[in-house]
């Protein structure tokens, strides 16, 4: 895979994060009822810095969970015969919190669908919202995020990547060709 362009460094990615963090705040007049779940893999780490700004800028801890949507996929014949299953890992009660779950990317809609899917199946929100740090279109289902990092025109050919330093051991975003 041939990296085309950085279109973000570590820097961007804080400000959109920050930024995440301030809106989800204000949209929801707080965070009292708000929980955050990251959507495996990097949603995971994504989620676990919005929780540690919105801490900041509260004073307040808000519960940060994560979800594995493996058995909930829609291409699961076409994956492999044995998935790997991570585990989600829900530590509170969902019911009547407005979840907001966190993503990489927003691409085709597909996982954000699959996402959902899981969290019902723990429990029944108030109301789900979607965060992403990036949003390249192309959606296949009728799902828009509620945070958008940055919005990237894409083609169908490009690759986005976000890394995270958690799992990649540097935090930056980029277009690469398949």
């Not at 014949?77 to 530590?91: A, F, H, Q, W, Y």
């Not at 109301?127 to 799902?143: F, N, S």
């Amino acid at each position: 895979m041939k990296e085309k362009a950085r279109i973000m460094d570590e820097k961007a990615m804080i400000r959109a994060v920050t930024r995440i963090s301030h809106e989800i705040i204000e949209k929801n007049k707080g965070i009292d009822n708000v929980v955050l779940i990251g959507i495996k893999t990097r949603g995971v780490p994504i989620a676990n810095e919005i929780g540690r700004r919105i801490n900041a800028i509260e004073g307040k801890q808000i519960q940060v969970g994560e979800i594995d949507i493996t058995l909930y996929r829609d291409d699961l014949s076409k994956c492999e015969l044995d998935p790997v299953i991570n585990g989600s890992k829900v530590e509170f009660d969902i019911n009547n919190k407005i979840v907001v779950l966190v993503d990489d990317v927003l691409y085709t809609g597909r996982t954000v669908r699959a996402a959902m899917d899981a969290l019902v199946d723990i429990g029944r929100p108030k109301a789900i919202q979607l965060a992403v740090l990036i949003d390249r279109g192309h959606r296949e289902l009728p799902i828009r995020a509620d945070y958008v990092g940055k919005n990237v025109p894409t083609s169908k050919d490009e690759i986005v990547s976000v890394n995270v330093y958690e799992i990649d051991g540097q935090n930056y975003v980029s277009i690469n060709e398949k």
